[in-house]
């Protein structure tokens, strides 16, 4: 569920985003559902990771190779790593943008953890920039992503696909 | 001194005229956006969040760890 309920948010972070930028209506409103999509996906891969960890997870006997195998594992774990630092860079954004950009009812991060002495404070620009690139950088991931599991499906011929869309599942009948 | 000038002259020349290069161009996009990832990467804010998901993480793990001792026992 967390699967596609992040996917949502994330099409909807990045429809706030681009029309925030380039659109031509309120952009403060636009920003604020902007950065509420993307506080969602934080939240959502952070209710992921922890179920992860704490229930066995379902391992899938594919039909690549090890190589394959490995590259699916990396790629995964570089999409979790974007879903989490691309939100937090935008936060960080978000937070020293206070005079003109105010996001109701979101915390300031530069507050967080202000009494511990790790880590130095960032300019709002060198955060934007690093939020661009992680943007661009996780569209490619998802392009990827969703050419593997259509690859799976197309040219494996295993249930990957099937047991992600619950629709194709129930019209081909059950899986063996 | 005044030949060293000179020579600092001809060199900062020729490295203007070579920067226009798409090489050169890439290779310092590339050294600004490695240097933009390591500020924002070690910046309180990121690793305070980090910081605290280990530790969510960690917590995930001990309960992961109790639950299966408790239903082996079961």
Known sequence: ?176 | MEGMSEMHHAMSHMHHEGSNGVVEQALGLAGRLSAQLLIVLTSAPVLHILAALVLLLAIAALLRLLLAGRSSQA
């Open chain 1, 1 to 176: 569920m967390t699967h596609w309920a992040a996917a949502w948010a994330m099409i909807l972070a990045l429809y706030f985003g681009l029309s925030a930028v380039y659109g031509n209506g309120s952009r403060q409103e636009t920003f604020a559902a902007h950065a509420y999509a993307g506080l969602t996906v934080l939240a959502l891969v952070v209710i992921r990771l922890f179920l992860r960890t704490l229930l066995p997870w379902p391992k899938e006997k594919n039909g690549g190779s090890r190589f394959l195998q490995l590259v699916a594992e990396a790629m995964h774990w570089t999409l979790y790593a974007l879903m989490l630092l691309t939100p937090l860079t935008g936060w960080i954004v978000a937070s020293s943008m206070g005079c003109c950009m105010a996001v109701p009812g979101l915390p300031n991060i530069d507050l967080l953890g202000s009494g511990l002495s790790i880590g130095r404070p960032v300019s709002a620009m060198t955060a934007y920039h690093v939020h661009v690139f992680f943007v661009w950088t996780l569209l490619a991931l998802i392009f990827l992503h969703v050419m593997a599991a259509l690859f799976h499906h197309f040219v494996f011929r295993d249930t990957i696909l099937v047991k992600m869309i619950s629709v194709l599942g129930r019209r081909a009948g059950p899986a063996e």
